[in-house]
């Protein structure tokens, strides 16, 4: 929602009968201004039937990425060009599928977008999906394409090494496909999407639904560039240190110049700008508040690092969704990265508010 929608939305929250006009008054903006705002909350189901019955389940859609993530993690030191010893597991993934069953499980109404095959591995990715809670009714099934599959190498710390990704069945997701749900979208109360979307796909989500917040996860160097031409339309850009600085070209290894970086962004329209700098913290800022947001609490046992920032990603969605500042926001980001390292699969099952308050009580007091 815009700002001016969040007052609307708080008067009406206040008092179920006012009226337009006494909205314009307080808010000093004409009556037909209001009945805008009024519509276009309607519009997005924040509001319903007459009398402003209010709609207090918000929905968010996610579109982008959905693979399996096959993972391979050595049981002692991981020796190169040679077979370890180890465990190998299978498990959804994708940026995007990660974010939307993160949600999910934080108790939002999350619905996807993605296309998959109607291989086993699509099946599997359906099944699952609606068992964490995922709305799956817009996934793309696709019988001429093989659904996805990422492969990835964890070091003996249980941090990424390297990873292979197969994922050409995106670029199905082409504009005229996304048309298809123009009114779903319309009505969403965020939209998120990674950079694995193709840019005619990002340019068409950015261009088209200006109402909504979007939330762009540039989910690797190689792909964060996509959004580099839609920055402008961008209200929260995620990315890591290294994708930030692939995007605006210029190194970021001092706070200073993560600051510089964060302000880069902002001249080109992000309105909230995420740099996740690993075991560092993350900075962030926002209309001018700006701040290195550490990782306070180790707490947990790190047994695979690949899910944290898709977790991360989904704990900042949430808070935003419940109206908290941009600092708390991050804080129970932190805090959700931490509950999905804790667990091997790449989504932690249990994965919820308050295992992630938890940690975000016993690791911030202030």
């Not at 504009?175 to 965020?190: D, F, G, N, V, Y």
């Amino acid at each position: 929602m815009t700002s001016r929608e969040q007052q609307v939305l708080a008067l009406i929250r206040n008092d179920a009968l006012i009226s337009q006009e006494e909205i314009a008054a307080k808010m000093r903006i004409s009556r037909s201004a209001v009945a805008g705002h009024v519509m276009r909350l309607v519009a997005k189901g924040v509001i319903k039937g007459r009398g402003y019955v209010i709609s207090d389940k918000p929905f968010s859609v996610v579109v982008g990425g959905a693979n399996m993530d096959i993972c391979g993690a050595p049981s002692s030191n991981l020796r190169l060009q040679d077979s370890n010893p180890g465990k190998v597991t299978s498990s959804p993934g994708g940026v995007a599928r990660n974010i939307a069953e993160n949600l999910a499980r934080l108790g939002i109404d999350c619905r996807l977008i993605a296309a998959i095959g109607t291989d086993h591995h699509g099946d599997l990715l359906v099944k699952q999906g609606e068992a964490a809670g995922i709305d799956m009714r817009y996934v793309l099934r696709l019988e001429t394409e093989q659904t996805s599959t990422y492969v990835s190498i964890l070091d003996d710390a249980g941090d990424m090494l390297v990873g292979v990704n197969d994922m050409g069945i995106v670029d199905r997701l082409k504009p005229e496909t996304l048309q298809l749900h123009e009114q779903m979208l319309r009505q969403a109360s965020i939209i998120v999407a990674d950079t694995n979307l193709c840019e005619e796909a990002l340019d068409y989500l950015s261009g088209t639904f200006i109402e909504q917040p979007l939330f762009v996860d540039t989910v690797s160097v190689a792909k964060s560039v996509r959004i580099k031409p839609f920055l402008n339309s961008v209200h929260t850009l995620k990315a890591s240190r290294i994708e930030a600085e692939a995007l605006c070209g210029f190194p970021a290894k001092t706070n200073k110049q993560i600051a510089n970086l964060a302000n880069w962004f902002h001249d080109r329209g992000v309105s909230r700008v995420l740099i996740t700098l690993g075991p560092d913290g993350v900075y962030y800022s926002d209309s001018g508040d700006q701040d290195l947001q550490s990782v306070r609490s180790r707490n947990v046992t790190i047994e695979n690092a690949n899910g944290a920032g898709d977790a991360f990603a989904a704990g900042a969605i949430y808070a935003w969704l419940n109206d908290r500042t941009t600092r708390y926001s991050v804080r129970f980001a932190i805090s959700a990265a931490e509950v999905a390292m804790s667990h091997r699969a790449t989504i932690n099952p249990a994965m919820s508010t308050s295992a992630v308050k938890r940690i975000m009580d016993a690791s911030y007091s202030d």
